[in-house]
């Protein structure tokens, strides 16, 4: 996470899942690198904004969801049930934040990224 300001916010959260999956075959830090990935990835000084997280997501592309979609599956979450758009099985969207802003209404972590924290 200390790169995080400085690199795609996709490879942070694809490094971060991969770390935990090294020392743990648990799933349960999944949500919280995709809630604190977006704060570390704000650029500045000091605390992270409201603007910065902002910032963050709008610079997001299709690297990142292909990368966070990798990330996601690898720590194999559990009781997703399937989605008709942006299941999990299915090719990462090119929009990430469509694809959370569809989970949003049954997903905390999703709900974070539609709200920008």
Do not use: C, F
Not at 9 to 26: K, M, Q
Not at 27 to 50: C, E, K, M, Q, S
Not at 83 to 107: C, I, K, V
């Amino acid at each position: 996470m200390e790169r995080a300001p400085r690199v795609r916010l996709g490879t942070t959260i694809e490094a971060a899942v991969s770390a935990s999956r090294a020392v743990t075959r648990s799933n349960g830090n999944l949500g919280i690198v995709l809630a604190i990935a977006p704060l570390a990835a704000v650029r500045g000084d000091g605390p992270p904004t409201v603007a910065g997280v902002k910032d963050v997501l709008a610079r997001l592309n299709r690297d990142d969801a292909a990368a966070t979609w990798r990330a996601i599956m690898a720590a194999k979450p559990g009781g997703l049930g399937r989605a008709s758009r942006y299941d999990l099985d299915g090719p990462p969207p090119d929009d990430l934040r469509a694809a959370m802003r569809e989970a949003a209404a049954h997903d905390a972590i999703a709900r974070l990224w539609t709200e920008a924290h």
